[in-house]
């Protein structure tokens, strides 16, 4: 899924795009921004 996301960086202009998930786990240690959930192949939910 890492991959998919990545993808999505032309879309948002960003550098760096990373799942909810991932961000609870490191987010104290970096300041974000948190963008709209969006679909990626291979997930029926939005992440």
Known sequence: MAS???QRNKEF???L???E???GKVGHRFQGQAM???LVKG???PV
């Open 4 to 6: 998919r996301v990545e």
């Open 13 to 15: 202009q960003s550098n």
């Open 17 to 19: 795009l990373v799942t």
């Open 21 to 23: 998930a991932a961000y």
């Open 36 to 38: 709209e959930a969006v």
């Open 43 to 45: 997930r029926a939910e």
